[in-house]
Nanobody, 125 residues
């Protein structure tokens, strides 16, 4: 069964850090761009960060540049999102998606082929 599974969400204080993981099963991530997206209640889903199949190309939303870092380990079929200096406005459900699109196209359109179920990130004191 093809699926993506996110983990690593939780409750963190402002200024804190979390690392999210997106693990693939049933297929290899080697050939796909992977994106992290988030959606807060009442807001449109936002492309946070995307990485190309090789990891050589990355995209970050302006709102997270300098704070979030995406990385991938294709030998383990996992993509990470390291989130530092978290802010209350980062609170959302974070989901990962795979796609054959470029990183910019994936992050800007949200047209992923497979999606995980999402993991909640809450930034609050």
């Amino acid at each position: 069964q093809v699926q993506l599974v996110e983990s690593g969400g939780g409750l963190v204080q402002p200024g804190g850090s979390l690392t999210l993981s997106c693990e693939a099963s049933g297929f290899s991530l080697d050939y796909y761009s992977i994106g992290w997206f988030r959606q807060a209640p009442g807001k449109v889903r936002e492309g946070v960060s995307c990485t190309s199949n090789s990891g050589g190309s990355e995209y970050y939303a302006d709102s997270v540049k300098g704070r979030f870092t995406i990385s991938r380990d294709n030998t383990q079929d996992v993509v990470y999102l390291q989130m530092n200096n978290l802010k209350p406005e980062d609170t959302a459900v974070y989901s990962c998606a795979s796609s054959a699109l470029t990183v910019q196209a994936l992050c800007r359109t949200g047209l992923g082929d497979f999606w995980g179920q999402g993991t909640q990130v809450t930034v609050s004191s």
